[in-house]
């Protein structure tokens, strides 16, 4: 009997678009990733890319399913025992408003743009606090810290011409993820894309 090929998932060295791929198993050696509350299973659509990138079941996920608006997140902070100061207001309002993935300084600059009054270290306080209770998402880049609404785990396409970075929900096909599960013995719980390209 013919031997499988090695799995590849991530190409290297990665032509355009690259695409690296990051995998949450509930059996893994590393800690869950900090962001992840559960998110619904897809419905199982191959044809169709976004739907979304949690695997439904997830270890992570103890909080439900993710926030639709700014409501239930201040619902999920005050489940998860956070206080929701006037500053902490702000950060999420501001977070939710420009969907994007924003530096402490970014915000700090906007709120204060807005006419809100927040010093730095309130807003990085307030970040710091928001992502380690798995309400937003936290990403490390060598510019540094960015920051974005969405706390389920989803995918990143980053534009290399000018490093904006959008969410995008992908789905991997079942029979994909059920060969990674038979080669590394994990059963994978979520995952995430990083996608980069330019645009065509
Ligand atoms: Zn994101």
Redo the contacts with the bound molecule.
Sequence with gaps: MALRPPLRIAASPPPLPAVAAVFCSTSSVMPPAP?STAVPAPAGSLESLPVAAGMGESGAGQVGSRPDNLDEVYSLCRELGLRLSRQRRMVLDLLWAEKS?LSARDIFEKLNNLGRNIGHTSVYQNLEALQSAGVI?C?DRASGRLY???ADP???LTCLDTGA???LDVVLPPDLLERIERETGFRISAYTLHLCGRRA
């Design positions: 962001l993935h998402e990403l974005g609404y969405r989803h995918s990143h970075i959008q969410d």
